[in-house]
């Protein structure tokens, strides 16, 4: 079964870090681009970020630029969001979803989501 | 960035009913737009993807149309089952952007 878990959410102080996790499993994780996408309490979805199969191109949305980072380890089929200087605006579930295998396709495989709460 | 602006925000139709969703980009986007369904309460849902393709398993009575910056999805008759947000966004070139999300209730 093609599935995506996120982990790593929880309660965290203004100023503080988190590192968020996805395990990617029933399906050739190296073969995908990946992304991040949130959303806050009672609003819209918003795309954080994505990274190329490989790594070696990462997009993030400008305003989250310089505090939250994208990674991946393919040989742990797993996905990686680093937040830092969290804020309380960051509050949100965060979802790692999968593009599909074309470059025309959209984002195909959604995980459950972790909450992130920012709060003191 | 390329602004996407969905329209309505919200709509109330009659089980049976057509509804149309308009999704508009502030620059050209090449076709490279999905529609999400999002349940109360449930993880988002690919729809539809490259502007009019539909995902395998989404009902046919949903469809997209539209290119450049104008675009739809269409439910050609609304179900209970429908009852969700929906949110268009495109994937042409970073950033992805969402649009607002139009929420579809039954009348």
């Known amino acids: 079964e093609v599935q995506l878990v996120e982990s790593g959410g929880g309660l965290v102080q203004p100023g503080g870090s988190l590192r968020l996790s996805c395990a990617a499993s029933?399906?050739?994780?190296?073969?995908?681009?990946m992304n991040w996408v949130r959303q806050a309490p009672g609003k819209g979805l918003e795309w954080v970020a994505n990274?190329?199969?490989?790594?070696?191109?990462?997009h993030c949305v400008d305003s989250l630029k310089g505090r939250f980072t994208i990674s991946r380890d393919n040989a742990k089929n797993s996905l990686y969001l680093q937040m830092s200087s969290l804020r309380a605006e960051d509050t949100a579930v965060y979802y790692c979803?999968?593009?599909?295998?074309?470059?025309?396709?959209?984002?195909?495989?959604w995980g459950q989501g972790t909450t992130v709460t920012v709060s003191s | 960035d390329i602004q996407m602006t969905q329209s309505p925000s919200s709509l109330s139709a009659s089980v049976g009913d057509r509804v149309t969703i308009t999704c508009r980009a502030s620059?050209?986007?090449?076709?490279?737009l999905a529609w999400y369904q999002q349940k109360p309460g449930k993880v988002p849902k690919l729809l539809i993807y490259?502007?009019?393709t539909l995902q395998p398993g989404v009902p046919s009575r949903f469809g997209g149309s539209g290119s450049g910056t104008d675009f739809t999805l269409t439910i050609s008759t609304l179900l209970p089952e429908d009852v969700a947000t929906y949110y268009c966004?495109?994937?042409?070139?970073?950033?992805?952007?969402f649009g607002q999300g139009t929420k579809v209730e039954i009348k």
């Open positions: 979803a999968r593009r599909g295998w074309n470059y025309y396709d959209g984002m195909d495989v």
């Open positions: 029933g399906f050739t994780f190296s073969s995908y681009w």
């Open positions: 990274i190329k199969q490989d790594g070696s191109a990462t």
């Open positions: 620059q050209g986007i090449n076709n490279y």
């Open positions: 490259a502007a009019s």
């Open positions: 966004q495109k994937y042409s070139s970073a950033p992805w952007t």
